[in-house]
């Protein structure tokens, strides 16, 4: 396999698969924003993300490819043609440098916070005996989630996948202000925001080109904090209170913040819409769950159809831009030319060499290698299962275009049957036999030569 297509085709379904949860979690915000819905739609949010990020839909792309109706096709992963090996890698190249310079900035904000926190303090006092009581109220355990304070800190957080942390600006507090802030930061951890984020920013590097992924991104970090402000405001039943106390408490975050954090407000316009979607949207009690689980189903069902959906409409797509560009091949100057075939048996002196890198299942009906065959050699595959009266088709493209080339196949017995040819050589090698077969490419030129190889057996 040609591992740039196989990354490329695996990004557009993953990219798919997210767009279309995506795109499902808005209807169902549509549907469920005012009945009070608002911690529900924060948690279906959690299979859009991991959608953008975990390749379903290529896992079975690649199953239906190799066992079902396409198998033996054109349909990818099976064959490519270097059309489309050239594209791959272009688009390789570009993502490539996308998801390094995100790694780059990821990596500049994560050092700015460990330098924020490098002198945290261990709070004790008042402090710790509101939040150890806003523990118990929530359900929490002591000592799962540790305290501190830091000069350097502008705004509370919670930070810390293993040992989380709530970390607060150094200062003087009084007790209900720190109810508050101990309450919105523990609902960030009770909810497991932080896990969610992570996996965001890595669906973000993943998809840095998916103009949905951003979306998401956005959604995430807005509704985190809805869901956080809905809790308390439900437990406290202060709204306009709590959001004094944030408002008289706090100092945005500056520069890019997107690592390892929750923060009780990353932006001044923030603050206005929390409060509006408060209005809109909170309700005092929890809604009834029949509309969770409904809705839940709804979700489910839509991704399922979408995997399915959307692994058949890549595969036949794909078998039928296989086919177009390989002919386009044809068109465009670079003949593959039918020659004629020889046959062979026993030594003819040259070393043989087995391609030990990427070995065939026995039931495989086609495949991809890319070969290095050094002067005076003999590369092979390994075996794969073919029977009488089937075809093997073999496209090979060669590196120089000067240097002629054999081509060919082992059969069962041993006989060595191929064609020589120079680029680019494509041959049908019809089957008389029943059993394993071996590709072979020979050189019997003075430097070595690149091949790339596609086979399929029909």
């Known amino acids: 396999m040609n591992w740039t297509i196989n990354l490329m085709g695996c990004m557009a379904l993953t990219a798919l698969t997210g767009g279309i949860f995506l795109a499902a979690w808005l209807c169902l915000k549509w549907a469920a924003e005012k009945r009070g819905y608002i911690e529900f739609l924060y948690r279906a949010l959690w299979p859009a993300t991991l959608f953008f990020l975990v390749p379903a839909a290529f896992l079975c792309c690649l199953f239906r490819a190799r066992t079902g109706e396409y198998a033996g096709t054109g349909a990818w992963p099976g064959c490519f043609s270097p059309s489309i090996k050239m594209m791959g890698e272009r688009a390789a190249g570009v993502w490539l440098c996308g998801a390094a310079l ?34 118990e109220e929530l359900g929490l355990s002591e000592g799962k989630v540790g305290l ?44 497991k925001d932080l896990w969610l984020k992570s996996i965001l920013r890595m669906a973000v590097i993943w998809q840095w080109f998916n103009p949905a992924v951003w979306v998401l991104r956005m959604l995430v970090w807005r509704w985190s904090e809805y869901a956080c402000d809905s809790c308390v405001c ?43 979607k408060m209005k809109k949207c909170f309700k005092k009690e929890l809604p009834k769950m029949r509309w969770v689980y409904g809705l839940c189903t709804a979700l489910l069902l839509c991704g399922t159809v979408s995997v399915y959906a959307s692994s058949e409409g890549l595969l036949a797509g794909y078998d039928r831009w296989y086919e177009e560009t390989d002919v386009a091949l ?37 495949g991809n290698m ?13 075996g794969f299962s073919a029977k ?10 060669l590196l120089p275009t000067d240097l002629s ?16 040819g120079k680029r680019a050589v494509s041959h049908d090698f019809k089957l008389d036999q029943t059993g394993t077969y071996k590709i072979f490419i020979e050189n019997k030129n003075s430097k070595s030569i690149k091949a790339t190889v596609s086979y399929a057996v029909k």
Not at 370 to 382: G, L, Q
């Open 102 to 135: 995100l790694l780059l900035l990821y990596g500049v904000d994560f050092l700015r916070y460990r330098y924020q926190i490098r002198n945290k303090i261990r709070c004790g006092g008042m402090k710790y005996a509101v939040f150890c009581r806003t523990l």
């Open 405 to 420: 080339t054999n081509v060919g196949i082992i059969e069962p017995d041993g006989t060595r049957r191929y064609v020589t």
């Open 234 to 276: 439900r437990k406290t039943g202060k709204a306009g209170e709590y959001f004094g106390v944030i408002l008289s408490l706090t100092e945005p975050a500056r520069g890019w913040t997107d690592g390892g954090r929750s923060l009780l407000l990353a932006h001044k316009h923030e603050l206005t819409r929390r409060v509006e």
């Open 370 to 382: 890319e070969w290095t065959v050094k002067a005076d050699k003999r590369k092979t595959s390994a």
């Open 330 to 366: 044809e068109e465009e100057g670079q003949p593959f030319e039918e020659m004629t075939e020889y046959e062979e048996t026993g030594d003819n002196g040259l070393v043989e060499e087995m391609d030990e890198s990427a070995a065939l299942q026995p039931g495989a009906r086609s």
């Open 148 to 191: 501190y304070e830091s000069y350097h800190v502008r705004t509370p957080m919670v930070t810390g996948l293993w040992r989380p942390k709530v970390l607060l600006p150094a200062g003087e507090y009084g007790e209900k202000e720190l109810q508050v802030i101990f309450l919105h930061e523990l609902s960030h951890y009770r909810q």
């Open 388 to 397: 009488s009266g089937q075809t093997i088709e073999i496209t090979v493209i």
